[in-house]
């Protein structure tokens, strides 16, 4: 083998040229092979030269190989990359490439280096010169094509093929088994909820267990999920043996494969013939997801938002509209879809240092709509969130942007300011990002002195005309002419060069000089937020404790004044119904009847429970708005008081109310009895026989009032 004609690789920062798109499979340490199509071969099918690098190492070199013994090599080899210049060169149509790629590993990616992540193409010797290669003079042979497209695809060119695209949806959701009128009961709802919840955290460990990606929408509910939805990043068989489906009484989980059949390039998207812009994407996850995209000036572009939307379809929908540059959330920290959202893109993530408040995302879509009131139309709460997370991403980096058209104008070089914003926005330094634009601006010079070519054309349509000897004279002018033209470009070109080494000797100089203070500010901003997030929730746990401690007080109180005899444990709910009347009749079997505090009458309940209930009551306590409805409870011989002379504590169902309750209520069932008594001996009584009774009564209850506070005295 002949290292000498396959040098090893030139240059640095090689990948930065186009932006690290393309495969993102890395620099180093890649086993590649590249292949390349022979005009001819004796047994008229086709026949490839094949080139097998592993990192910077070439390991081994073909030619002449037909297609059944170069899938025998590559099974060999096992690459990282199947690198080609044309993927056409493997197969004709896209059935047969499938069938082909069916055949090859499934972990190795198929890349096509002369593709661009814009859809448009270059050539290899073009892409070779571009990336610091030396493609030698001459016609490339394919054996020299082979080893060039191994090294591209190695350093990170090109646009990755795919074949088949399969996703796997995985849906935990109720049980269709539910027994008749379960769902009406709160407590069987919640374990419906909390088993679906138990679900999604089992599929999930088995997913994290087999390191399968997958994205995951849930939709909360008290106690639990109503329901989960993953999105899995792989053909239905794979999961074959980790997840299936199942369903009992409570959960029910369905398997679902999501097939996209087709032949596509992974960082393909519609070539236009403008340039497409740099865009910030804001995200709201969840089973409705949202998406708002704006450009690097701040300029709506579009927002929408859709049901199920998984994260290879909000891919796709990014890269129709531009080039993303960052990620951003309205929530700290970010959901786990933004992150592997922005990590499939290539771009930072932006996630404000606290989750934006409902007031703060309201006040930045109603700024952003009056400019762009077709948002008006358009928006719905996802869509919301996720443009004041784009908007407030943009305000952020807004005064560094500000600073590279300043930096930029200040040095009076020609270079693609929104270039130089989006690299900065993806965390680059401005002094890099401008480095980066100069070197573009010098590849694109050379091909712009091939336009002399036209001119000298003019001139020789023009010189045959005219007599040898002045041919001649013109001839040698339009040599000097080229001569100085050429001079002129090559003193251009040394004052580019110069450019870029200031800018590297002042941005090496900037970076050890800051570097420090950087580190330095980025742990303290990380510090005094940690400090800001744990002052917040000692805020909140403090005052939980003073309401804790409050509530301890009371109960307190209340244990004393019933240890004292001065007030009586009751029972306090809003209605009687089924449940208030099991847990009364429990409390009485146990301590005997009690005093019930009530908030409201309905009289079709205490017609159901009344007679039932009524032998575990002592007294009913009712508010006075409900006072008017005392005869519906007094029917089955229950007292009953107004509550406000006699609740001393009320917490949930449970209260504390003045032993006086006790006397009061033998009295007015001592008046209950006698009335009814009264009643069965006549059936209506004088004006007269009514204010006597009256005040028999009043006089009873003065003498028992007396006799008690004598007896106090007494003891």
């Known amino acids: ?39 001819g071969c004796r047994n008229s099918g086709r026949c490839y030269s094949v080139a097998v690098l592993d990192g910077d190492k070439l390991l081994a070199k073909y030619e002449g190989i037909p297609l059944h013994r170069l899938i025998r090599i590559i099974w060999e080899y096992k690459p990282d990359i199947l690198a080609v210049d044309n993927i056409a060169e493997l197969a004709e149509t896209e059935h047969e490439l499938a069938k082909l790629a069916s055949m090859l590993p499934a972990e190795m990616a198929i890349v096509q280096v002369t593709r661009l992540p814009d859809g448009s193409f270059v050539d290899v010797r073009r892409l070779a010169r571009l990336a610091g290669l030396d493609p030698g003079s001459g016609k490339l042979t394919p054996s020299r094509t082979a080893y060039l497209v191994a090294v591209l695809a190695s350093m990170g060119y090109g646009s990755r093929v795919r074949f088949v695209e399969e996703k796997t949806k995985i849906v935990i959701s109720r049980s269709r088994r539910l027994k008749h009128g379960g769902m009406s009961n709160p407590r069987f709802q919640r374990r419906i909820r909390a088993a679906i919840l138990r ?235 401008v480095e980066k634009a100069i070197n573009e601006a ?90 800001s997030l744990l002052r917040s929730e000692l805020e909140r746990t403090r005052m939980e404790l003073e309401k804790l401690q409050t509530l301890v007080d009371e109960y307190t109180r209340a244990l004393f004044l019933v240890a004292k005899g001065a007030a009586v444990p009751a029972l306090a709910y809003g209605e009687l119904n089924s449940d208030t009347v099991r847990e009364v009749e429990e409390k009485a079997t146990e301590y005997g009847r009690i005093v019930l505090v009530l908030d409201t009458v309905n009289p079709v309940h205490w017609k159901l429970y009344g007679q039932k209930v009524s032998q575990a009551l002592l007294a009913v306590l009712l508010p006075g708005q409900a006072m008017d409805k005392r005869s519906v409870i007094e029917e089955y011989m229950v007292p009953v008081l107004p509550a406000e002379e006699y609740i001393v504590f009320r917490h949930g169902r449970y209260a504390v109310v003045d032993s006086r309750v006790l006397l009061d209520a033998y009295l007015r069932k001592q008046a209950l009895l006698e009335e009814r008594q009264w009643r069965g001996d006549r059936k209506t009584l004088t004006k007269d026989e009514l204010k006597k009774l009256i005040s028999e009564y009043r006089a009873r209850r003065a003498k028992l009032l007396l006799e008690n506070s004598n007896l106090a005295l007494n003891e």
Do not use: C
């Open 1 to 39: 083998m002949d290292s000498a004609r396959y040098p090893a690789i030139r240059g640095n920062g090689v990948q930065e040229l186009w932006g690290g798109l393309g495969t993102g499979l890395g620099v180093v340490y890649l086993r590649v092979i590249g292949v390349d199509v022979e005009p």
């Open 442 to 531: 010098l590849n694109d010079i050379m091909p712009n002195m091939y336009l002399v070519k036209s001119v000298r054309r003019d001139h020789e349509e023009a010189a045959k005309q005219q007599p040898a000897g002045e041919k001649l004279e013109k001839l040698r002018v339009e040599l000097e002419r080229l001569r100085a033209e050429n001079k002129l470009l090559r003193q251009r070109l040394a004052e580019l060069d110069e450019v870029i080494e200031r800018v590297e000797t002042e941005y090496r100089l900037l970076q050890l000089e800051y570097r420090a203070s950087i580190e330095r500010d980025r742990e303290i901003n990380r510090l005094a937020n940690e400090v």
């Open 199 to 433: 679900a999604m955290k089992d599929v999930k460990k088995l997913l994290d267990k087999h390191k399968l990606d997958y994205d995951l929408m849930i939709r909360k509910s008290g106690g639990g999920l109503d329901s989960a939805v993953f999105i899995v990043y792989a053909s239905r068989p794979a999961l074959n043996g980790i997840i299936k489906p199942y369903e009992d009484n409570d959960v029910r989980i369905e398997v679902k494969p999501i097939y996209s059949s087709k032949l596509v390039f992974e960082t393909t998207h519609e070539n236009i013939a403008q340039p497409k812009p740099y865009i910030i994407i804001g995200i709201d996850p969840g089973i409705s997801t949202g998406v708002a995209i704006i450009d690097i000036h701040g300029r709506f572009v579009t927002a929408l938002s859709r049901r199920g939307f998984d994260r290879s379809e909000v891919i796709d929908l990014v890269l129709r509209y531009g080039v993303p540059v960052l990620v951003a959330t309205d929530v700290r920290p970010a959901p786990e879809f933004v992150k592997k959202l922005a990590a499939a893109l290539g771009v930072p993530v932006y996630e404000p240092s606290t989750s934006l408040s409902v007031e703060e995302k309201r006040t930045l879509f109603d700024s952003y709509a009056q400019k762009y009131p077709v948002l008006r139309r358009l928006a719905d709460a996802h869509v919301r969130d996720a443009l004041a997370a784009a908007v407030k991403a943009y305000q952020v980096y807004e005064p560094k942007l500000r600073q590279v058209e300043s930096y930029a104008a200040r040095l009076g070089i020609d270079i693609d300011v929104d270039r130089v914003k989006a690299d900065v926005i993806r965390g680059v330094t401005i002094a890099e990002a």
